[in-house]
């Protein structure tokens, strides 16, 4: 999951190199944070959250195996 | 796409020329040094420019297709993928056993996957004038049939009531696909009404 969002996020940036993903699993839930550089918040979140909201659902769909409900936190 | 040569005072400045004109990424490129600057007598006289060589490793329709395999390998996928080139776009493919997934509900994962594809390859080709087309098991050939049969149904309703009825929300293309199927549907009109993502298609009485 973490490799997943970190290779749709590094696309998206000027600053792949500061794309880190964090990863924290409980029992049903994998929690994502996605940290990007401060000028690439924009690049990740895009128009209204539209971006961010395309990666929750394509993450989201590569969690469908594991049976567990995947969050992604984009954090500063 | 071709090779850009360009000259700076400095590596770096050649090279960030090359860069922007070929409209990609220093990640994505291939440098060639063809002169290293040096410096003349007294720092002016005979100095000599830096001049670099600049292409892409990988040129957009094989970005696409490695970034899509890399994609599926992380979701755990087994897909096929093949990309085509046409005039104004880049069609890419996807065919196997278990990519409903990439499609979900109503094509929401396969409309959201092909947004990004859109955005990541405007990011890595800044001149790419092409569009990204992403299907998966022709899932928007079927959807077209579906919703082709549905507008002449609806339309057979309204002409034969006399009352306008709205569709569920809809993509552009898909509402494209509904206004296209009833254009010359005697007797009914359609136009779309409301703000994405829940705009719909209204088919009603001409």
Known sequence: MKQLLEHIAKALVDEPDHVEVRQVESERLIMLELRVAPEDMGKIIGKQGRIAKAIRTVVSAGAVKNDKRVVVEIVQ | ?206
């Open chain 2, 1 to 206: 796409m071709s090779e850009y040569e360009a000259t700076g005072r400095t590596l770096d400045e050649a090279v960030e020329k090359a860069l922007v004109s070929l409209g990609i990424k220093k990640e994505n490129a291939i440098i060639e040094i063809k002169d290293e600057p040096s410096q003349g007598l007294l720092g002016f006289i005979g100095n000599k420019n830096a001049r670099v060589c600049v292409k892409p490793v990988l040129d957009p329709p094989e970005y696409l297709k490695v970034y899509l395999e890399e994609l599926l390998r992380y979701m755990n996928i087994d897909g096929r993928i093949t990309v085509t080139e046409e005039a104004d776009k880049l069609d890419a493919a996807i065919f196997g056993q278990e990519v409903g997934a990439l499609i979900g509900r109503r094509g929401r994962t396969l409309n959201d996957l092909q947004y990004i594809l859109n955005i990541v390859m405007r990011r890595q080709y800044a001149l790419l004038n092409k569009m990204i087309v992403l299907d998966v098991e022709n899932y928007r050939l079927r959807r077209e049939k579906v919703l082709t049969n549905l507008a002449m149904s609806v339309a057979r309703q309204v002409s034969q009531e006399g009352y306008e009825q709205a569709l569920e929300p809809m993509t552009p293309q898909e509402r494209r696909i509904i206004h296209i199927a009833l254009q010359s549907y005697p007797g009914i009109t359609t136009y779309s009404a409301g703000e994405e993502p829940f705009r719909k298609v209204v088919i009603a009485p001409h």
